[in-house]
Every structure is written in structure tokens, then in C-alpha cells.
């Protein structure tokens, strides 16, 4: 009698259960009961509309905050999103061990994502000599669940027609919140520029990686205004928003950004012109060349600039080539040297993925240290995206960094210059200066271990790849894009 009972009520049974555990639990102050409903409703997210948790990672990663920036028991991840990776990375793995069609054999084949497979096995190769095992084991599960997530399962939601464009709207949506915020506590302290550091806060821990998202969705804002595959009322919704980001980047004070943008837009004359990708390997073989010839002059005429960040925008500009007393500046040549002294000492495996910030402090200079230096080296990582894995991985880990660059770039110039005219050339445009922002960002910092930029720069690299092979060379006609099953 029990028994069928509780078969035909076993539901109402367990939420009995549910409550009484957890009222004894909480009595003794234990909490973590509390989160068993949040997290049976991921897992039912997951199986049953997969589409839409992805687009709500995408609209909430802005929005994200972590735990260790709000000094929550030092846990370093970001709620709600990087939970909710952890949950798909499993699920795909999962899925993976047991079909082989999870994701297209073509997909799998195409070079970037050998080059990304590559960098994963690399890094994981890398925990065996790594100074810091555990350090690095965290650093690579995190950068598997962004790739697992973001790259590879997103590439299959993707397939669906409009689902590129729904996820870079969802990102962006978020993003939109997060810069309105930001200016209006910033127009507070009228938009002075120490406040600008801080203000995106506690959001984004500081402006640089503010400054970089917003540079990332910005070639998207400009496309979206101009589309002609968007009605009316969506180009003017798109062209209030770039308006937005325009503002929240002129006040990120983020000179990295800006240089970015500058690099974007030369990218994008390039491929409108369609200069053949040898005349750029040329021309920067060439200006390598002559930099190298002139090392010395540059850097006397760099030292002469004394232009301090500052509350002026102009003066704010030239700051970004002083480096004779630019604290910023300065710091970041200290970091970039300690990268090169830590590469000196492990050249082939490094010090493990994510070490640099636990390690580089003996390596710091007397005559690179800066007033913003720190004796024990924690604050901070190399701010470069290509000196960092030099340090940590060592050469191999630099040569896959510029690689996944080279490759990808190679692949949207290419494809662009055969693709037909419509939504699916700009949306490519978009994407892709979105990436050159980030690789030219990356030379000044890193930030590929966090939600914010891993989720856009995974997804957006992710875009490239299918459109490359919707657009195949041998075919003028576009190839359908099967919707996944």
C-alpha cells in the first residue's frame, strides 16, 4: 500500500524529503541543500532546450560576476555562467564518449580547430612539468569548458538559421546593460579618469577587459546599423546601441582598445580592397625589418614622450607610446621581460599553464620595476596573450597562440574574397574584426581565462569555421547548413 503510494505521489514524496533535509541541514548552517533546485533546473535546461541556455550564457556573461573579485571565500568563478559551462562540458563529453556524430566530421577536420585541438592537448601535455600542477590542471579545465561550450557545442546550435545573429544580439543585450551602468555611475564622478578604472565594477574587475569586450562587439554594432537584411526599426535599435558602446569605450580610457579598433579598421580595408594575404606578410616582414634596422632610434623617440595618462583625452592618446614614465606603461614592459627571463629558464615546457602570476616576481628586474611593481608578484599576469603562453607553455605554446591567429586569418580573408554579397558576408566582417580586435589587444594583455572575452572570442572563431564551410572553395553557390538533429 506504502509503496504504491509513494509510486503515484513520488514527486510530492521527494519535495517532503527535500524540505525536511534541508531544515536540518540550515540548522546546523549548512546551505549548500539550497542549491539543489537551480541546479536540477540547468540539467533539465540542458537536455531539454540546450539552444536556449547557451543564448542565456551568452546574455549573462556581461553581466557575470566572480566570486573572487567579490572576495567570496576566494573561489574564482564566475556566477552564473561558468557553472553552467561546467554542466555542458560534461554533457558534451558525455555525448561525445558514446556517438561520433556530435559534431560534423567537416567542422572537425577544418584547420582552426585542429589548431585549437592542438593547443588543448599542448596545455594539458603541460601539467606533467608544470611548477604548480594544481594551478594548472584549474587554468586548463576552465579554458576546456569554454572551448567545449563555446566553440564546439555552440557550433552545432549555430547550424540553425538566425541562431549566429540571436547569440551575438544575446551577448550584446547584456553588454549594453553593463556600459549603461557604467556610465551613469561614471557621469557621477564626471567622467573623470582615475574613477574610469573601477566604475564597471563588480562586473568587470577593470576597465582594460571592459574596454576589450566593448572593442570586440563594436565592428557588429556598425554592421548592424547598416544591414540591409534588418528591418528599419532593427538597424535604428542597432545604431542606438553602437552609440552606447561608442561612449562606454571613449570612457574606458582603455588605450589598448583604441588601438585595437585602429587595427580593425585597417583589416578592413584590407579585405574590401582585397589586398592578397602575401603583400601583408610582406609588408610586416618589411616593417620588422626596419624596426629592427632602427631599435634604437624608435626607442630614443618613444622615451622623449612624457604625455601621462590622464583626464584629457588627447593627452590620454600620446600617452600610449611613453615609455619613460608612463607607470601603465612601464609595467607592462616589466611583465613582458619577466615572461622572456621565465621562458629563458623552461624554453620547451614553461612553468604550467596559469603560473605566471605565482612565479614571475624573482624574475623582475631592479631596473624594469615601476612604482605600481609588487615584491611578490601578484597582481596580475603578463598582459600579452602571446608572452604569456611563451612563459607558461613555452615555445610551442607561443607558436599555437600565433597559429590559432594566423590561421583563422588566413581562413576569413579568404573566404570573404569568395563569399556572395548578403548577411552572411557582413556577419563574417563582423566577427572577424571583432577576433583582429582581441589578437591585436592581446599583445597588451590577456584575458582569455576570463567569461567575458573567452565566451565571444570562442564562439565568434566558431562562426569563421562554419561559414567556411557553408561557402566551400570548390562551389560558387553557398552549401546548405543542415539543421542538427
Request: glycine share 6%; with cysteine.
Amino acid at each position: 500500500m506504502v509503496a504504491r503510494v509513494l509510486k503515484e505521489h513520488w514527486i510530492a514524496a521527494a519535495c517532503v524529503v527535500f524540505v525536511l533535509l534541508n531544515a536540518l541541514l540550515v540548522a546546523r548552517e549548512i546551505y549548500w541543500l539550497n542549491l539543489l533546485p537551480a541546479v536540477l533546473l540547468i540539467v533539465w535546461a540542458m537536455i531539454a532546450s540546450l539552444e536556449r541556455l547557451v543564448l542565456f550564457i551568452a546574455f549573462a556573461t556581461p553581466l557575470s560576476i566572480n566570486l573572487e573579485e567579490m572576495e567570496l571565500g576566494g573561489l574564482g568563478i564566475a556566477l552564473p555562467t561558468e557553472p553552467l559551462m561546467v554542466g555542458i562540458m560534461l554533457l558534451f563529453l558525455l555525448k561525445l564518449s558514446v556517438e561520433r556524430n556530435v559534431i560534423d566530421a567537416a567542422f572537425w577536420r577544418h584547420p582552426i580547430t585542429w589548431v585549437i585541438g592542438l593547443q588543448l592537448l599542448w596545455m594539458l601535455i603541460c601539467i606533467v612539468p608544470s611548477s604548480m600542477p594544481l594551478v594548472s590542471v584549474k587554468y586548463f579545465t576552465a579554458r576546456l569548458w569554454f572551448v567545449s561550450t563555446m566553440y564546439f557545442v555552440a557550433s552545432r546550435l549555430f547550424l540553425r538559421p538566425g541562431a549566429m545573429h540571436s547569440f551575438i544580439w544575446a551577448s550584446l543585450s547584456g553588454l549594453i546593460i553593463v556600459v549603461t551602468y557604467t556610465v551613469i555611475r561614471h557621469s557621477t564622478y564626471d567622467f573623470a579618469h582615475d574613477p574610469g578604472h573601477w566604475v564597471m565594477e563588480p562586473f568587470f574587475k577593470d576597465h582594460t577587459s571592459y574596454g576589450a569586450v566593448i572593442a570586440m562587439f563594436l565592428p557588429f554594432g556598425i554592421t548592424a546599423s547598416l544591414l540591409t537584411g534588418y528591418s528599419r526599426t532593427r538597424r535604428g535599435i542597432a545604431t542606438l546601441l553602437l552609440g552606447i558602446l561608442i561612449v562606454g569605450l571613449i570612457f574606458s580610457y582603455t588605450r589598448a582598445a583604441w588601438v585595437s579598433l585602429v587595427g580593425a579598421l585597417g583589416l578592413f580595408l584590407v579585405m574590401r580592397l582585397r589586398i592578397p594575404f602575401w603583400v601583408l606578410a610582406v609588408s610586416a616582414i618589411t616593417l620588422g625589418g626596419l624596426y629592427w634596422a632602427n631599435q634604437e632610434q624608435i626607442t630614443l623617440a618613444l622615451e622623449r614622450n612624457r604625455e601621462e595618462s590622464s583626464d584629457d583625452l588627447g593627452e590620454h592618446v600620446k600617452s600610449i607610446s611613453n615609455i619613460s614614465s608612463d607607470a601603465s606603461n612601464l609595467e607592462r614592459i616589466n611583465r613582458w621581460n619577466s615572461a622572456l627571463r621565465m621562458w629563458e629558464e623552461r624554453p620547451v615546457f614553461g612553468w604550467g599553464p596559469g603560473t605566471y602570476m605565482f612565479q614571475y616576481a624573482p624574475f623582475q628586474a631592479s631596473a624594469d620595476r615601476t612604482i605600481i611593481s609588487t615584491n611578490f608578484g601578484l597582481q596580475g599576469n603578463a598582459h600579452s596573450e602571446y608572452l604569456g603562453p611563451l612563459s607558461e607553455q613555452g615555445v610551442p605554446g607561443l607558436l599555437l597562440m600565433a597559429a590559432l591567429v594566423l590561421v583563422t586569418t588566413i581562413t576569413a580573408m579568404r573566404l570573404y574574397a569568395r563569399m556572395p554579397r548578403g548577411m552572411d558576408r557582413q556577419l563574417l566582417m563582423a566577427v572577424y574584426l571583432g577576433l583582429v580586435t582581441y589578437y591585436l589587444h592581446g599583445v597588451l594583455n590577456n584575458f582569455l581565462d576570463l567569461d567575458k572575452a573567452s565566451v565571444p572570442f570562442w564562439a565568434f572563431t566558431a562562426m569563421v569555421v562554419l561559414l567556411d564551410l557553408k561557402y566551400p572553395k570548390e562551389q560558387a553557390e553557398p552549401k546548405a547548413l543542415v539543421e542538427a538533429q
